[in-house]
Protein backbone atom coordinates (compact mmCIF):
# COMPACT_ATOMS: atom_id res chain seq x y z
CA UNK A 1 0.00 0.00 0.00
CA UNK A 2 0.93 3.06 -1.40
CA UNK A 3 1.52 5.35 2.48
CA UNK A 4 2.33 9.12 1.26
CA UNK A 5 1.02 10.61 -1.97
CA UNK A 6 2.57 13.17 -3.85
CA UNK A 7 0.64 16.69 -4.45
CA UNK A 8 3.20 19.07 -5.19
CA UNK A 9 6.23 20.14 -6.63
CA UNK A 10 10.35 19.06 -6.26
CA UNK A 11 12.04 21.08 -4.21
CA UNK A 12 16.04 21.11 -1.82
CA UNK A 13 15.89 20.06 1.26
CA UNK A 14 19.16 20.24 3.53
CA UNK A 15 19.64 17.42 6.08
CA UNK A 16 20.24 18.46 9.56
CA UNK A 17 22.70 15.63 10.48
CA UNK A 18 24.84 15.04 7.33
CA UNK A 19 24.26 18.70 5.52
CA UNK A 20 23.81 16.83 2.05
CA UNK A 21 21.33 18.54 -0.43
CA UNK A 22 18.39 16.37 -1.71
CA UNK A 23 15.54 17.35 -4.16
CA UNK A 24 12.65 15.73 -3.22
CA UNK A 25 8.85 15.91 -3.16
CA UNK A 26 6.96 17.78 -1.46
CA UNK A 27 4.19 15.24 0.21
CA UNK A 28 0.63 16.01 1.78
CA UNK A 29 0.98 15.01 5.42
CA UNK A 30 -1.13 11.91 6.25
CA UNK A 31 -1.82 11.00 9.84
CA UNK A 32 1.42 9.24 10.58
CA UNK A 33 4.50 11.26 11.55
CA UNK A 34 6.78 12.75 9.32
CA UNK A 35 10.32 10.69 8.89
CA UNK A 36 13.21 11.81 6.41
CA UNK A 37 14.70 9.16 4.70
CA UNK A 38 18.17 10.05 5.62
CA UNK A 39 16.74 10.42 9.37
CA UNK A 40 19.49 8.92 10.96
CA UNK A 41 17.26 6.80 13.93
CA UNK A 42 14.18 5.35 12.63
CA UNK A 43 11.94 4.78 9.28
CA UNK A 44 8.23 3.38 8.43
CA UNK A 45 7.65 -0.09 6.91
CA UNK A 46 4.86 1.82 5.16
CA UNK A 47 3.27 -1.87 3.94
CA UNK A 48 2.51 -2.24 7.82
CA UNK A 49 1.47 1.32 8.19
CA UNK A 50 -2.56 1.28 8.84
CA UNK A 51 -2.36 5.27 9.01
CA UNK A 52 -4.15 5.34 12.34
CA UNK A 53 -2.65 8.57 13.26
CA UNK A 54 -1.26 7.15 16.71
CA UNK A 55 2.22 7.90 16.53
CA UNK A 56 1.78 11.71 15.63
CA UNK A 57 -0.37 11.85 18.85
CA UNK A 58 2.42 10.99 20.67
CA UNK A 59 5.09 13.06 19.04
CA UNK A 60 2.55 15.85 19.39
CA UNK A 61 1.16 14.86 22.77
CA UNK A 62 3.98 12.74 24.63
CA UNK A 63 7.21 14.73 22.98
CA UNK A 64 6.32 18.07 22.06
CA UNK A 65 6.39 18.21 18.71
CA UNK A 66 3.81 20.54 16.94
CA UNK A 67 2.58 19.56 13.38
CA UNK A 68 0.33 22.82 13.55
CA UNK A 69 1.62 25.12 11.13
CA UNK A 70 0.12 27.86 13.00
CA UNK A 71 2.08 28.49 15.17
CA UNK A 72 5.11 28.57 12.56
CA UNK A 73 6.54 25.59 13.50
CA UNK A 74 7.25 22.35 11.03
CA UNK A 75 7.47 19.40 12.77
CA UNK A 76 11.09 18.17 12.93
CA UNK A 77 12.02 14.78 14.22
CA UNK A 78 14.16 14.78 17.31
CA UNK A 79 14.57 11.14 17.05
CA UNK A 80 13.39 9.91 20.54
CA UNK A 81 11.52 6.86 19.17
CA UNK A 82 8.60 7.15 20.99
CA UNK A 83 6.65 6.44 17.78
CA UNK A 84 8.21 3.21 17.82
CA UNK A 85 7.25 2.33 20.99
CA UNK A 86 3.66 3.27 20.46
CA UNK A 87 2.94 2.05 16.80
CA UNK A 88 0.30 -0.44 17.12
CA UNK A 89 1.26 -2.74 14.19
CA UNK A 90 4.77 -2.48 14.57
CA UNK A 91 5.25 -0.51 11.40
CA UNK A 92 8.12 2.11 12.62
CA UNK A 93 11.24 0.74 13.77
CA UNK A 94 14.34 1.70 14.50
CA UNK A 95 17.37 1.75 11.53
CA UNK A 96 18.56 -1.22 11.73
CA UNK A 97 22.72 -1.50 12.27
CA UNK A 98 23.02 -4.66 14.21
CA UNK A 99 23.68 -6.42 10.69
CA UNK A 100 26.55 -4.25 10.26
CA UNK A 101 27.92 -5.55 13.10
CA UNK A 102 27.68 -9.46 12.88
CA UNK A 103 30.11 -8.19 9.23
CA UNK A 104 32.39 -6.41 11.34
CA UNK A 105 32.18 -9.50 14.09
CA UNK A 106 33.14 -11.89 11.01
CA UNK A 107 35.73 -9.55 9.35
CA UNK A 108 39.05 -10.91 11.08
CA UNK A 109 41.11 -7.85 10.50
CA UNK A 110 39.01 -5.69 12.62
CA UNK A 111 38.84 -5.95 16.63
CA UNK A 112 35.45 -5.44 17.81
CA UNK A 113 34.61 -3.36 21.00
CA UNK A 114 30.97 -3.25 22.63
CA UNK A 115 30.09 -0.71 25.69
CA UNK A 116 26.53 -1.27 26.78
CA UNK A 117 24.99 1.96 28.51
CA UNK A 118 22.45 1.28 32.32
CA UNK A 119 19.37 0.74 31.10
CA UNK A 120 19.87 -1.76 28.31
CA UNK A 121 20.56 -4.18 31.46
CA UNK A 122 17.26 -4.05 33.04
CA UNK A 123 15.69 -4.02 29.58
CA UNK A 124 16.92 -7.38 27.28
CA UNK A 125 15.89 -9.78 29.58
CA UNK A 126 12.40 -8.71 28.14
CA UNK A 127 13.35 -9.97 24.37
CA UNK A 128 13.81 -13.24 26.50
CA UNK A 129 10.70 -13.84 28.38
CA UNK A 130 12.67 -12.84 31.88
CA UNK A 131 10.73 -10.56 34.01
CA UNK A 132 10.61 -7.20 33.37
CA UNK A 133 13.22 -4.77 35.00
CA UNK A 134 15.53 -8.46 35.45
CA UNK A 135 19.18 -7.05 36.06
CA UNK A 136 21.30 -9.24 33.09
CA UNK A 137 24.14 -7.73 32.64
CA UNK A 138 26.65 -10.80 33.74
CA UNK A 139 24.80 -12.86 31.58
CA UNK A 140 24.59 -10.41 28.90
CA UNK A 141 29.01 -9.91 29.01
CA UNK A 142 28.89 -13.76 28.59
CA UNK A 143 26.56 -13.42 25.53
CA UNK A 144 28.44 -10.66 23.89
CA UNK A 145 31.61 -12.96 24.21
CA UNK A 146 30.19 -15.60 22.87
CA UNK A 147 28.80 -13.54 19.79
CA UNK A 148 32.44 -12.43 18.78
CA UNK A 149 33.34 -9.20 20.59
CA UNK A 150 36.34 -8.45 21.98
CA UNK A 151 36.46 -6.46 24.66
CA UNK A 152 33.09 -5.98 26.56
CA UNK A 153 33.03 -2.74 28.21
CA UNK A 154 30.92 -0.55 30.44
CA UNK A 155 28.95 2.74 29.33
CA UNK A 156 28.51 3.30 33.37
CA UNK A 157 32.32 3.98 33.39
CA UNK A 158 31.45 6.89 30.84
CA UNK A 159 28.76 7.96 32.59
CA UNK A 160 31.27 8.57 35.95
CA UNK A 161 33.34 10.73 33.81
CA UNK A 162 30.35 12.51 33.19
CA UNK A 163 29.01 12.78 36.43
CA UNK A 164 33.12 14.29 37.49
CA UNK A 165 32.83 16.80 34.24
CA UNK A 166 29.68 17.73 34.84
CA UNK A 167 29.60 17.83 38.85
CA UNK A 168 32.99 20.11 38.51
CA UNK A 169 30.87 22.06 35.75
CA UNK A 170 28.54 22.89 38.15
CA UNK A 171 30.60 23.58 40.64
CA UNK A 172 32.69 26.46 38.65
CA UNK A 173 29.22 27.88 37.20
CA UNK A 174 27.83 28.44 40.85
CA UNK A 175 28.96 31.81 41.16
CA UNK A 176 27.26 33.30 37.40
CA UNK A 177 23.66 32.44 38.60
CA UNK A 178 22.98 31.21 35.95
CA UNK A 179 20.86 27.92 35.27
CA UNK A 180 22.38 24.99 34.22
CA UNK A 181 20.54 21.69 32.16
CA UNK A 182 22.19 18.67 31.89
CA UNK A 183 22.83 17.98 28.29
CA UNK A 184 23.27 13.76 28.03
CA UNK A 185 19.96 13.50 26.54
CA UNK A 186 20.52 14.29 22.73
CA UNK A 187 16.73 14.23 22.06
CA UNK A 188 16.49 17.24 24.48
CA UNK A 189 19.67 18.94 23.34
CA UNK A 190 18.81 19.25 19.74
CA UNK A 191 15.00 20.26 20.95
CA UNK A 192 16.85 23.02 22.28
CA UNK A 193 18.99 23.97 19.36
CA UNK A 194 15.86 24.00 16.86
CA UNK A 195 13.29 25.65 19.21
CA UNK A 196 14.91 27.78 21.86
CA UNK A 197 18.40 28.08 20.39
CA UNK A 198 18.97 31.56 22.55
CA UNK A 199 19.34 29.13 25.61
CA UNK A 200 21.88 26.84 24.33
CA UNK A 201 24.39 28.73 26.73
CA UNK A 202 22.31 26.77 29.85
CA UNK A 203 23.52 23.56 28.47
CA UNK A 204 26.44 22.18 30.47
CA UNK A 205 28.81 21.06 27.99
CA UNK A 206 29.85 17.99 29.02
CA UNK A 207 29.93 14.99 26.48
CA UNK A 208 26.89 12.32 26.92
CA UNK A 209 27.98 9.23 29.09
CA UNK A 210 28.69 7.33 25.43
CA UNK A 211 30.49 10.02 23.51
CA UNK A 212 32.76 10.39 26.70
CA UNK A 213 33.14 6.65 26.28
CA UNK A 214 34.36 7.25 22.79
CA UNK A 215 36.34 9.85 23.07
CA UNK A 216 38.61 7.73 25.90
CA UNK A 217 38.48 4.83 23.89
CA UNK A 218 39.79 7.02 20.84
CA UNK A 219 42.56 8.09 23.00
CA UNK A 220 43.22 6.22 26.25
CA UNK A 221 42.35 2.69 25.02
CA UNK A 222 44.11 3.38 21.85
CA UNK A 223 47.14 4.13 23.80
CA UNK A 224 47.22 1.49 26.38
CA UNK A 225 46.58 -1.29 23.87
CA UNK A 226 48.66 0.51 21.25
CA UNK A 227 46.09 -0.38 18.88
CA UNK A 228 45.80 1.76 15.24
CA UNK A 229 42.19 3.56 14.78
CA UNK A 230 41.59 2.12 11.40
CA UNK A 231 41.84 -1.69 13.31
CA UNK A 232 38.82 -0.96 15.40
CA UNK A 233 35.13 -0.85 15.47
CA UNK A 234 33.80 0.66 18.79
CA UNK A 235 30.38 -0.29 18.85
CA UNK A 236 27.68 0.94 21.74
CA UNK A 237 24.03 -0.37 22.61
CA UNK A 238 21.68 1.97 24.06
CA UNK A 239 18.14 2.20 24.96
CA UNK A 240 18.17 4.94 22.86
CA UNK A 241 17.22 5.78 19.27
CA UNK A 242 18.70 9.46 19.55
CA UNK A 243 21.87 8.05 20.17
CA UNK A 244 22.14 7.37 16.61
CA UNK A 245 21.90 10.71 15.90
CA UNK A 246 24.48 11.90 18.37
CA UNK A 247 26.96 10.04 17.29
CA UNK A 248 26.83 11.12 13.99
CA UNK A 249 27.12 14.92 14.98
CA UNK A 250 30.76 15.93 14.02
CA UNK A 251 31.90 17.25 17.04
CA UNK A 252 31.36 14.17 19.23
CA UNK A 253 33.71 11.59 16.19
CA UNK A 254 33.45 8.73 19.17
CA UNK A 255 31.64 5.58 18.40
CA UNK A 256 31.18 4.03 14.87
CA UNK A 257 28.02 2.21 15.19
CA UNK A 258 24.96 2.81 17.84
CA UNK A 259 22.70 -0.22 18.24
CA UNK A 260 19.58 -0.23 20.21
CA UNK A 261 18.41 -2.45 22.72
CA UNK A 262 15.93 -4.72 20.66
CA UNK A 263 18.26 -4.76 18.01
CA UNK A 264 21.17 -6.50 20.04
CA UNK A 265 18.55 -8.99 20.99
CA UNK A 266 18.27 -9.41 17.10
CA UNK A 267 21.80 -10.10 17.16
CA UNK A 268 22.19 -12.80 19.89
CA UNK A 269 18.77 -14.52 18.65
CA UNK A 270 20.80 -14.45 14.69
CA UNK A 271 23.82 -15.54 16.77
CA UNK A 272 22.15 -18.39 18.43
CA UNK A 273 22.61 -17.00 21.70
CA UNK A 274 20.73 -17.56 24.20
CA UNK A 275 20.82 -15.92 27.35
CA UNK A 276 18.72 -17.31 29.86
CA UNK A 277 20.67 -20.62 29.33
CA UNK A 278 24.45 -18.22 30.38
CA UNK A 279 26.22 -17.97 33.12
CA UNK A 280 27.80 -14.64 34.38
CA UNK A 281 30.97 -12.90 33.14
CA UNK A 282 32.63 -9.41 34.10
CA UNK A 283 32.98 -6.67 32.10
CA UNK A 284 36.62 -5.93 30.75
CA UNK A 285 38.84 -4.21 33.24
CA UNK A 286 39.95 -0.94 30.86
CA UNK A 287 36.65 1.31 30.74
CA UNK A 288 34.95 -1.48 32.45
CA UNK A 289 34.11 -0.39 36.08
CA UNK A 290 31.02 1.60 36.71
CA UNK A 291 30.07 3.12 40.24
CA UNK A 292 26.47 2.89 41.65
CA UNK A 293 26.32 6.40 40.00
CA UNK A 294 27.00 5.19 37.17
CA UNK A 295 23.84 2.73 37.13
CA UNK A 296 21.48 5.47 38.25
CA UNK A 297 21.94 7.67 34.38
CA UNK A 298 19.47 4.99 33.27
CA UNK A 299 16.11 6.70 35.22
CA UNK A 300 14.85 10.14 35.50
CA UNK A 301 16.31 12.07 38.69
CA UNK A 302 19.73 10.02 38.19
CA UNK A 303 21.75 12.39 36.66
CA UNK A 304 20.67 15.11 39.18
CA UNK A 305 21.59 12.87 41.82
CA UNK A 306 24.41 11.44 40.55
CA UNK A 307 26.55 14.87 39.81
CA UNK A 308 25.28 16.53 43.19
CA UNK A 309 26.73 13.52 45.04
CA UNK A 310 30.35 14.31 43.95
CA UNK A 311 29.67 18.42 43.54
CA UNK A 312 29.37 18.17 47.32
CA UNK A 313 32.10 15.97 47.95
CA UNK A 314 34.40 18.45 45.71
CA UNK A 315 33.11 21.16 47.74
CA UNK A 316 33.32 19.45 51.22
CA UNK A 317 35.62 17.16 50.35
CA UNK A 318 33.84 14.83 52.34
CA UNK A 319 30.75 12.37 51.01
CA UNK A 320 27.59 13.47 51.10
CA UNK A 321 24.52 12.58 53.38
CA UNK A 322 22.13 10.38 52.42
CA UNK A 323 19.24 12.52 52.58
CA UNK A 324 20.88 15.03 50.15
CA UNK A 325 18.10 14.94 47.34
CA UNK A 326 14.66 14.76 48.68
CA UNK A 327 12.66 15.47 45.34
CA UNK A 328 9.13 16.56 45.34
CA UNK A 329 6.48 17.41 42.72
CA UNK A 330 6.69 21.37 42.26
CA UNK A 331 3.49 23.56 43.28
CA UNK A 332 4.38 25.77 40.25
CA UNK A 333 5.30 23.59 37.48
CA UNK A 334 3.13 20.75 36.10
CA UNK A 335 5.14 17.28 36.23
CA UNK A 336 8.29 18.98 37.57
CA UNK A 337 9.75 17.81 40.80
CA UNK A 338 11.78 20.43 42.85
CA UNK A 339 14.53 19.97 45.79
CA UNK A 340 16.52 22.49 47.78
CA UNK A 341 19.91 20.92 48.21
CA UNK A 342 22.36 22.04 50.58
CA UNK A 343 25.88 21.45 49.51
CA UNK A 344 27.86 23.13 52.51
CA UNK A 345 29.30 26.00 51.12
CA UNK A 346 25.79 26.74 49.00
CA UNK A 347 22.35 26.02 48.78
CA UNK A 348 20.84 24.60 45.79
CA UNK A 349 17.51 24.92 43.90
CA UNK A 350 17.16 22.23 41.40
CA UNK A 351 14.47 20.87 38.98
CA UNK A 352 14.15 17.11 37.32
CA UNK A 353 11.68 17.01 34.33
CA UNK A 354 11.00 14.81 31.73
CA UNK A 355 8.97 14.95 28.37
CA UNK A 356 9.26 18.46 26.49
CA UNK A 357 5.58 19.48 27.18
CA UNK A 358 6.32 19.47 30.41
CA UNK A 359 9.57 21.58 29.92
CA UNK A 360 8.67 23.98 27.63
CA UNK A 361 6.76 26.28 30.16
CA UNK A 362 10.37 26.64 32.07
CA UNK A 363 11.71 27.38 29.25
CA UNK A 364 9.30 30.04 28.07
CA UNK A 365 9.83 31.90 31.51
CA UNK A 366 13.47 31.24 30.94
CA UNK A 367 13.25 33.34 27.64
CA UNK A 368 11.59 36.43 29.11
CA UNK A 369 13.28 36.52 32.51
CA UNK A 370 15.19 33.87 34.64
CA UNK A 371 13.83 30.60 36.34
CA UNK A 372 13.89 29.78 40.34
CA UNK A 373 16.45 26.89 39.67
CA UNK A 374 20.41 26.24 39.84
CA UNK A 375 20.26 23.11 38.04
CA UNK A 376 17.51 21.23 35.97
CA UNK A 377 18.34 17.52 34.30
CA UNK A 378 16.07 17.16 31.70
CA UNK A 379 15.45 13.70 29.67
CA UNK A 380 12.83 13.31 26.57
CA UNK A 381 11.51 9.88 27.85
CA UNK A 382 8.89 8.77 29.93
CA UNK A 383 10.77 7.90 33.23
CA UNK A 384 14.00 8.78 31.53
CA UNK A 385 16.16 6.07 29.40
CA UNK A 386 14.72 3.12 30.55
CA UNK A 387 11.79 4.28 28.43
CA UNK A 388 13.78 4.56 25.54
CA UNK A 389 12.29 4.54 21.91
CA UNK A 390 15.04 1.59 21.31
CA UNK A 391 13.89 -0.65 24.22
CA UNK A 392 12.48 -3.70 23.68
CA UNK A 393 8.41 -3.58 22.51
CA UNK A 394 6.05 -4.63 24.86
CA UNK A 395 2.15 -4.31 25.86
CA UNK A 396 1.03 -0.78 24.70
CA UNK A 397 -1.16 -1.10 28.12
CA UNK A 398 1.79 -1.78 30.53
CA UNK A 399 4.47 0.31 29.11
CA UNK A 400 4.76 2.51 31.87
CA UNK A 401 4.39 -0.17 34.84
CA UNK A 402 7.45 -1.94 32.44
CA UNK A 403 9.47 1.44 33.15
CA UNK A 404 9.32 1.49 36.56
CA UNK A 405 10.17 -1.83 37.33
CA UNK A 406 13.31 -0.84 34.98
CA UNK A 407 13.51 2.40 36.92
CA UNK A 408 13.64 0.43 40.63
CA UNK A 409 16.08 -2.44 38.91
CA UNK A 410 18.30 0.05 38.30
CA UNK A 411 17.82 1.94 41.71
CA UNK A 412 18.52 -1.77 43.70
CA UNK A 413 21.26 -2.57 41.78
CA UNK A 414 22.88 0.69 41.90
CA UNK A 415 22.23 1.26 45.77
CA UNK A 416 23.87 -2.32 46.49
CA UNK A 417 27.43 -1.50 44.99
CA UNK A 418 29.99 -0.94 47.34
CA UNK A 419 31.85 2.19 45.44
CA UNK A 420 28.02 4.34 45.30
CA UNK A 421 29.96 7.65 44.15
CA UNK A 422 31.80 8.20 40.32
CA UNK A 423 34.83 9.84 42.59
CA UNK A 424 35.46 6.94 44.56
CA UNK A 425 35.71 4.68 41.15
CA UNK A 426 39.09 3.54 41.14
CA UNK A 427 39.34 3.51 37.22
CA UNK A 428 38.22 6.70 37.22
CA UNK A 429 40.72 8.47 39.55
CA UNK A 430 43.58 6.23 37.28
CA UNK A 431 42.02 8.32 34.22
CA UNK A 432 42.46 11.30 36.04
CA UNK A 433 46.00 10.48 37.26
CA UNK A 434 47.51 9.04 34.17
CA UNK A 435 45.63 10.88 31.40
CA UNK A 436 43.69 13.98 32.09
CA UNK A 437 45.23 15.51 35.50
CA UNK A 438 41.79 16.59 36.97
CA UNK A 439 37.97 17.33 36.35
CA UNK A 440 38.24 20.39 34.04
CA UNK A 441 41.53 20.08 33.07
CA UNK A 442 42.58 21.52 29.75
CA UNK A 443 43.18 18.21 28.20
CA UNK A 444 39.51 17.19 29.85
CA UNK A 445 37.89 20.57 28.21
CA UNK A 446 39.54 18.94 24.93
CA UNK A 447 38.19 15.30 24.97
CA UNK A 448 35.23 15.41 27.12
CA UNK A 449 33.30 18.66 26.75
CA UNK A 450 31.29 19.93 23.42
CA UNK A 451 29.41 22.88 21.62
CA UNK A 452 26.39 23.66 20.51
CA UNK A 453 24.40 25.27 17.55
CA UNK A 454 21.45 27.05 16.83
CA UNK A 455 19.77 25.04 14.38
CA UNK A 456 16.34 26.55 13.91
CA UNK A 457 17.01 27.63 10.33
CA UNK A 458 15.51 23.92 9.49
CA UNK A 459 12.16 25.18 11.16
CA UNK A 460 10.42 26.09 8.20
CA UNK A 461 11.68 23.76 5.60
CA UNK A 462 9.55 21.38 4.48
CA UNK A 463 9.69 17.68 5.83
CA UNK A 464 10.65 14.89 3.93
CA UNK A 465 7.80 12.27 3.55
CA UNK A 466 8.42 10.15 0.92
CA UNK A 467 8.24 6.09 2.67
S1 LIG B 1 1.17 4.47 14.54
FE1 LIG B 1 2.05 3.01 13.07
S2 LIG B 1 0.29 2.33 11.90
FE2 LIG B 1 -0.38 4.17 12.97
S3 LIG B 1 0.03 5.84 11.48
FE3 LIG B 1 1.84 5.64 12.77
S4 LIG B 1 3.19 4.28 11.62
FE4 LIG B 1 1.16 4.03 10.76
S1 LIG C 1 11.21 9.78 16.82
FE1 LIG C 1 10.23 11.10 18.39
S2 LIG C 1 10.27 13.16 17.46
FE2 LIG C 1 10.65 11.69 15.80
S3 LIG C 1 8.66 11.31 14.91
FE3 LIG C 1 8.99 9.71 16.47
S4 LIG C 1 8.06 10.53 18.34
FE4 LIG C 1 8.29 12.23 16.92
S1 LIG D 1 15.72 10.08 27.65
FE1 LIG D 1 17.38 8.63 27.28
S2 LIG D 1 16.50 7.15 25.85
FE2 LIG D 1 15.17 8.95 25.79
S3 LIG D 1 15.97 10.21 24.09
FE3 LIG D 1 16.94 10.91 25.97
S4 LIG D 1 18.89 9.77 26.08
FE4 LIG D 1 17.53 8.71 24.62
Not at 178 to 199: D, G, N, R
Not at 348 to 369: I, R, S, T
Not at 452 to 457: N, Q
Request: some cysteine; overall charge neutral.
Amino acid sequence: MAFARIVGKKMKKKCSVCQGVATVSKLELTKAVLLAPDNPAIERVTEKCINCGHCKTICEQLVGISYDDKQAREAICIHCGQCILNCPVGALIPKYHYKKVLDYLHDTTKIVTISIAPAVKVALGDAFQMAPGTFVEGKMITALRKAGFDYVFDVSFGADMTIMEEANELVTRLDQKKTMFTSCCPAWVEYLEIYHPKLCSHLATTKSPISIQGALLNSYFLDMYNIKREDVIHVVVVPCTAKKYEIKRPELDGMDIAITTSELAMLLKESNVDLTTLATSQFDSLLGHGSGAGILFGGSGGVMEAVLRSAYYFLNQQDPPETLLNLQPSSTYANVKEATVDLGQKNLQVAVVYGMPNVEPLLQQLEQESLPYDFIEVMNCPLGCVGGGGQPLGSLKEQMIVNEKRRDGLQEIGQSMTIRNSYENSMVKDVYRSYLGYPGSLKAKKLLHTHYEDKSSILGEVPLNIN
